[in-house]
């Protein structure tokens, strides 16, 4: 089943078009990554999804529910882009509350484990007017999670967290897709992004310019690949005629005395490569192979 | 939306302005009961229908000349708040909206049900006897006012506009209202018939149109939030 599906979803501001007829698939179970500069219409795009905002044209299903619908609320949990706290209750309080309002109250030991996979166990019973930024931030990611939806929504779930809150969010991400949750997140982090989701979307001025997994989205920007071999000096009689062979290989070819650097568009050319070096009896002693990063391909978009 | 309804109920409690409120609404209940009993029997010049009344006399004042500036006074900001800090989010994305409005305006009614039901039952340990017209009119006044609010707090997206609004309407909301009643001026006596006093005039039923405004105004209100982006 799907757990998202929009078709031709908008959005304008006016005239200006935030999100531009946007159709999206995402299967129940998976991570998907939205990624984009900032104003490509991420949030946006997540507000409408989840009932913040009401979209100006097109329409979306959510675990198979047309949508806007008011019951399927209950299996999403939404960490909105920007939203303070109630100041005046405590942590655990404020949980308990947000479980109530999603009509699926919780034990008081169910918000402590939440607290706990947050790193906020401590400050339980501590007012949220006294929590810091990264605590608030924290408390939102367990808002949206105290309840045990179906569907997550996560909207920059780690931007200006410290490092190890930063790995206990991948951790409970991790945990919550392997409890077979569909998590969609948006993020600047393209590490992160990289590191966490099963898919990951591009997004820039409103559309979706390029979508899929890791794989498929290097496989895209295949021409990138840059492979780095350290080898055996090469007698001087075979240096022209290799150096030949690798210009036709691959381009930017970089040749130096015992190493060169080239770049070629798939990794069977690499196995090519190996071999070549092979006939002219050419020992090979390291093959670093550098695949684009999600940033290039990012930048690239 | 039990839940919204709950929380706003025990935040009504919360804070100086409420203590200093529900002081009001006892105190009054208990010298004008005390009062009145004075008064009777220190007088026999009071007419039947003047004796019925007499306990409640005070209560039905502070509700009819400043239970707007109370109400509006303590919750004007009930939807505007959570809008301005966002913390509406976390409830449009959980329930629906309209069990968000039912939930804040139920819960302020109900803290003002409460207030006015404790009043109340102060003044009938003196009289020995529970007037419940008077009370009621004076229940679907405090809905009305509490329906207003909510309204005035969806439509405002600044709290601090509802806040000063609060004060203003609050103290010249009674004046305007009792003028419409009384005046015989054609352009505006029609708006008496959307206002509350009129139906409280006499001791009778007519109190249920009172609520009916009040969820003509919670109707308008909930419109209003359906398109309201958040």
Same mark, same amino acid.
């Given at each position: 089943?799907?757990a998202i599906e ?6 304008s501001f ?6 531009d ?14 990624l984009?500069?900032?104003?490509a219409?991420?949030s946006?795009f997540?507000?409408?999804?989840t009932?913040?905002?009401q ?8 675990l198979?529910v ?6 399927i ?5 939404v960490?909105?882009?920007y939203?303070?706290l109630y ?7 404020h ?38 930024f ?6 939102a990611?367990?808002?949206a999670v ?7 929504f ?13 790995i %206990? ?6 945990? #919550?897709?392997?409890?077979? =949750? ?6 600047h982090? &393209? $590490? ?5 989701c ?5 997004m820039?001025?409103?559309n ?5 997994s890791?794989?498929e989205?290097?496989?895209?920007y295949?021409?990138t ?5 350290k %080898?055996?000096?090469?007698?001087s009689?075979? #240096?022209?005629?290799?150096? =030949?062979?690798l ?5 930017? &070819? $970089? ?8 770049q070629?568009e798939?990794?069977?050319k690499?196995?090519e ?11 090979i ?17 | 939306?039990l ?10 409690f919360?804070?100086i302005?409420?203590i200093?409120?529900i002081?009001?609404f006892?105190?009054t209940?208990y010298y004008?009961?005390d ?8 007088s026999?010049?009071?007419t039947?229908?003047?004796?019925e009344?007499?306990?409640?006399i ?12 109370f109400?509006?006074?303590l919750?004007?900001?009930t939807v ?25 305006f ?18 009938s ?8 017209i008077i009370?009621f ?11 207003f ?6 439509l ?5 506009l509802?806040m000063?609004?609060?004060?203003v ?11 419409v ?8 006596s029609?708006?008496?018939y ?35 982006e958040?």
């Amino acid at each position: 089943m799907l757990a998202i599906e929009t078709k031709q979803l908008s959005k304008s501001f006016w005239r200006n078009t935030v999100v531009d007829n946007i159709d999206l698939q995402v299967e129940t179970g998976e991570i998907l990554g939205f990624l984009g500069r900032n104003g490509a219409g991420k949030s946006t795009f997540i507000n409408m999804l989840t009932g913040i905002i009401q979209p100006s044209s097109g329409s979306y299903n959510l675990l198979g529910v047309k949508g806007p619908n008011d019951t399927i609320k209950k299996e999403l949990g939404v960490m909105p882009d920007y939203s303070s706290l109630y100041g005046s209750m405590s942590a655990i309080k404020h949980l308990h509350y947000l479980a109530d309002v999603s009509g699926k109250p919780v034990t008081r030991q169910r918000c402590i484990d939440v607290l706990k996979l947050v790193g906020l166990e401590a400050h339980a019973n501590k007012k949220t007017a006294k929590f810091s930024f990264g605590m608030k931030k924290k408390l939102a990611i367990a808002q949206a999670v105290i309840h045990d939806p179906q569907l997550i929504f996560l909207d920059e779930p780690t931007s200006g967290l410290d490092a190890e809150s930063v790995i %206990h969010i991948h951790q409970l991400i991790r945990q #919550l897709h392997q409890q077979g =949750k569909t998590i969609f997140m948006t993020s600047h982090n &393209l $590490d992160e992004v990289e590191k966490v989701c099963s898919r990951i979307a591009i997004m820039k001025d409103g559309n979706i310019r390029k979508m899929g997994s890791m794989e498929e989205l290097r496989a895209y920007y295949q021409s990138t690949i840059t492979v780095t071999i350290k %080898h055996a000096p090469i007698r001087s009689a075979d #240096l022209d005629t290799m150096q =030949k062979w690798l210009q036709q290989a691959g381009n930017q &070819l $970089d040749m130096k005395d015992s190493q060169f650097t080239l770049q070629v568009e798939s990794e069977k050319k690499i196995a090519e490569i190996i071999r070549a070096l092979g006939t002219y009896k050419i020992d090979i002693y390291r093959v670093d192979v550098e695949e684009p990063s999600l940033e290039e391909i990012f930048l690239e978009e | 939306m039990l839940a919204i309804c709950k929380r706003e109920f025990i935040q009504s409690f919360k804070g100086i302005k409420s203590i200093i409120v529900i002081a009001i609404f006892l105190i009054t209940a208990y010298y004008s009961a005390d009062f009145s009993n004075l008064f009777l029997s220190l007088s026999n010049d009071f007419t039947s229908e003047e004796k019925e009344v007499i306990h409640t006399i005070g209560i039905s004042i502070l509700s009819m000349f400043f239970g707007m500036l109370f109400v509006m006074g303590l919750s004007h900001d009930t939807v505007n708040r959570e809008i301005h800090e966002r913390t509406i989010r976390f409830l449009v994305t959980r329930t629906s909206r309209a069990s968000i409005i039912f939930g804040k305006f139920l819960g302020i009614a109900l803290f003002w049900f409460v207030c006015l039901l404790t009043s109340f039952v102060i003044i009938s340990i003196f009289v020995r006897d529970f007037d419940f017209i008077i009370f009621f009119q004076s229940t679907s006044l405090a809905v009305y006012y509490s329906a207003f609010t909510v309204l005035m707090s969806v439509l405002l997206p600044k709290p601090s506009l509802t806040m000063f609004l609060s004060i203003v309407i609050g103290l010249a909301f009674p004046i305007f209202n009792g003028w419409v009643t009384l005046t015989s001026n054609g352009w505006v006596s029609w708006l008496k018939y959307v206002l509350p006093f009129y139906y409280t005039e006499d001791q009778n039923f007519e109190f249920l149109v009172i609520l009916l405004l009040a969820g003509v105004m919670i109707y308008i209100a909930l419109l209003v939030f359906r398109r309201r982006e958040c």
